[in-house]
């Protein structure tokens, strides 16, 4: 009973890992056999290890088949949702799908109530109850629950939303670990030793697309959550913002026409100062928002009014408070143009390596059979 307890426990243990810590550990595992698996292969040859010996062409085998497998992940990503544009559903079964769904979540929630007051409830008696509350309001294709907890700590209820041909997040788990070990299983492949130039060359575009690979997880990991934090403060969505930006401005326009030379001189000038440069450059990778505020405007907008004619003050207050409102609108635009930037500089990076990768493996494997 002891030994079952513990077992139990380090299950429910493993229950609360996070995905990614799961495909870490399970990474990690990996390597570890590639590298036991190597070492037991180069101890019983009488010469130095090549790509050409059966344990060679087995790892590089595998190398290839990881190549292609995290290939598959931007093939799910970009094709999956053209190739379900034949599928049609109707307004009436759409919303007696929501409302189906809807009833669903209501019921697990107060399943979920029951967990927190019970939570030594037996997990297979919860996931029986979950499934047969989807199965009830026939869900069951757009709904999933897990169980996470148990093994003498408490449960509770993982509500998601099931994805046509699997969740978005284990595609990216698996393609972030197969184009991991792929570097591992071709080093070990060659014996860790490069002669072809064919070969080097299709190595060094693999190192690329990891690297590349690992720092678009790094940006997808701080960039968003970051992101997020500003929408939240300004409570408004990007596209938002932009519309509002360029209401703005169209109301600038609007303010200024046919006045006289000296207002517009003082608008040409002051609507020259942008809140935040948003022209992208390459120090958007490394600066945050570079700020451009004038802390003397106020008071220098304050004096210079009396230098307008009385009859357009009144449009110049006007202008002033838009000139305001359109530096605050850039200075919350800044970080999602700075996001998309950091994507579209990666995605140059990250593509163009991954095509050249399998442009140079293509060849250098016809290359070996041809040979």
């Not at 109530?113 to 199965?135: E, F, G």
């Not at 929408?231 to 360029?246: A, D, F, H, I």
């Amino acid at each position: 009973m002891l030994g079952r307890g513990k077992s139990e426990a380090h299950a429910g243990q493993f229950c609360m890992m996070t995905l990614s810590q799961r495909y870490l550990l399970a990474s990690l595992a990996t390597a570890g056999l590639i590298i036991a698996y190597y070492l037991h292969y180069v101890a019983g040859l009488p010469g130095p290890p090549s790509g050409r010996t059966p344990q060679g062409l087995v790892l590089g085998i595998l190398g290839f088949a990881a190549m292609v497998g995290a290939l598959l992940y931007s093939i799910r990503r970009r094709f999956l949702g053209k190739a379900m544009w034949f599928i049609r559903v109707s307004a009436e079964a759409r919303k007696d799908l929501k409302a189906r769904e809807q009833r669903a979540l209501q019921q697990l929630q107060l399943l979920q109530q029951q967990v927190l007051r019970s939570p030594h409830l037996k997990p297979t008696q919860l996931r029986h109850q979950a499934k047969q509350i989807l199965k009830d309001n026939a869900v069951t294709l757009y709904i999933r629950v897990r169980i996470i907890g148990g093994g003498g700590q408490g449960v509770r209820l993982a509500i998601e939303r099931r994805e046509w041909a699997g969740q978005l997040q284990v595609w990216y788990c698996w393609h972030l670990m197969l184009g991991c070990l792929s570097v591992l299983l071709i080093a070990t492949h060659a014996g860790f030793r490069f002669s072809n130039p064919v070969a080097v060359l299709a190595f060094l575009f693999l190192v690329g697309v990891v690297a590349t690979g690992v720092l678009g997880y790094a940006i997808y990991k701080v960039v968003p959550p970051a992101l997020t934090k500003v929408e939240q403060r300004v409570e408004k969505t990007p596209e938002e913002l932009g519309e509002e930006l360029n209401e703005v401005r169209r109301e600038l326009e609007a303010v200024t026409q046919g006045k006289s030379p000296s207002f517009c001189t003082i608008y040409q000038h002051e609507a020259a100062i942008p809140g935040v440069g948003l022209t992208p450059s390459w120090r958007w990778l490394i600066e945050p928002a570079e700020i451009a505020r004038d802390t003397t405007r106020p008071d220098r907008l304050r004096l210079i009014v009396r230098e307008i004619p009385a009859s357009e003050q009144e449009d110049f207050r006007k202008m002033v408070r838009l000139l305001f409102q359109k530096e605050s609108l850039e200075v919350s635009l800044y970080p999602q143009l700075r996001y998309d930037y950091l994507l579209k500089i990666w995605l140059s990076l990250h593509i163009p390596l991954t095509a050249g990768l399998m442009v140079f493996s293509l060849i250098h494997i016809l290359s070996v059979l041809y040979y």
